[in-house]
């Protein structure tokens, strides 16, 4: 099992930057599959980005590319998400996953089954 915990939400305006952390605990890490997942007021959580267990792999849902980078660090048991050019439609909670497989289901919040318990992010027009 794995506990999650976010970090690095904050406030702020549009065209800024923002790096949100997610800290794992466990000696397993690297064997997760890592997502990230957000949430805004009134709507579906939708995937974000996502990253393989040796971190070779990263997806990234259309409306982020070019903007966000998922990355993790194996040995520290961390998993990041650098956001920049931020819109204030990027609002939302920001919540890190985990998946163990078998299967991976890159961009579907059902094959995590491991979760954080959220970061807020607010982007100011």
């Known amino acids: 099992q794995v506990q999650l915990v976010e970090s690095g939400g904050g406030l702020v305006q549009a065209g800024g930057s923002l790096r949100l952390s997610c800290a794992t605990s466990?000696?397993?890490?690297?064997?997760?599959?890592m997502g990230w997942f957000r949430q805004a007021p009134g709507k579906e959580r939708e995937f974000v980005a996502a990253?393989?267990?040796?971190?070779?792999?990263?997806y990234y849902a259309d409306s982020v590319k070019g903007r966000f980078t998922i990355s993790r660090d194996n040995a520290k048991n961390t998993v990041y998400l650098q956001m920049n050019s931020l819109k204030p439609e990027d609002t939302a909670v920001y919540s890190c996953?985990?998946?163990?497989?078998?299967?991976?289901?890159?961009?579907?919040?059902?094959?995590?089954?491991?979760w954080g318990q959220g970061t807020q992010v607010t982007v100011s027009s």
């Open positions: 996953a985990a998946d163990s497989g078998p299967g991976w289901y890159v961009g579907s919040h059902r094959s995590y089954g491991y």
């Open positions: 466990g000696r397993t890490f690297a064997t997760y599959n």
């Open positions: 990253i393989s267990k040796s971190g070779t792999s990263t």
